[in-house]
């Protein structure tokens, strides 16, 4: 029986590291921790039936920060992205400009003359007018190994729901100058 606990701690622990590094959104790392969790306490179980206390000990504080994982990720997490979602929807029914969620810029979907040509990593914005100056693109690679980052400007780019459009012919984007990873312009 606690080999059978020790497998299932194994493959749940690997899944759940999967579903958390690949940064796939509150939802998607929330229940990563949720199956944390379960890994955790299969650990604990194989622990009791083998006498490793430490092992045991060591999975009773991951289960408690698992479970602080699947409140931060399931519960306040998604409760904000909700928020700044309903937010987003209300503006587009009231007088002035469409508001959209900051948080999106982390990792929205980049498109250019309707084909997809990255994601956001990250955005500029000034410090005193808060105005955005440019997003940062993360073009082709996997995992960030062999990604191109671009610099888009602001005045070129649109929020369209949950995903950035390159206001620019697909010419103009192979055009804009590759950065690099850790020499970002200050304008």
Known sequence: MADIFSWV???TTIIAACMTAANLGSRITGYGFAVFTVGALCWIASGVMNHQPALVWTNIVLTVLDLFGVWRWLGRQA???EGGH???EASEQTPGEALFPVSLLGNAPVECSGEPVGSCVDAMAGCSS???AYVVVSEGGVAGVGETLRRLPWSAA???GDRIVA???RTAWTDLKPL???????Q
């Open 9 to 11: 701690a194994t493959a």
């Open 79 to 81: 409760s904000v992205e």
């Open 86 to 88: 309903a937010a987003a």
């Open 130 to 132: 808060g105005r955005l």
């Open 158 to 160: 649109q929020v369209d």
């Open 167 to 169: 206001k620019l012919r």
């Open 180 to 186: 690099a990873k850790d020499q970002w312009p200050g």
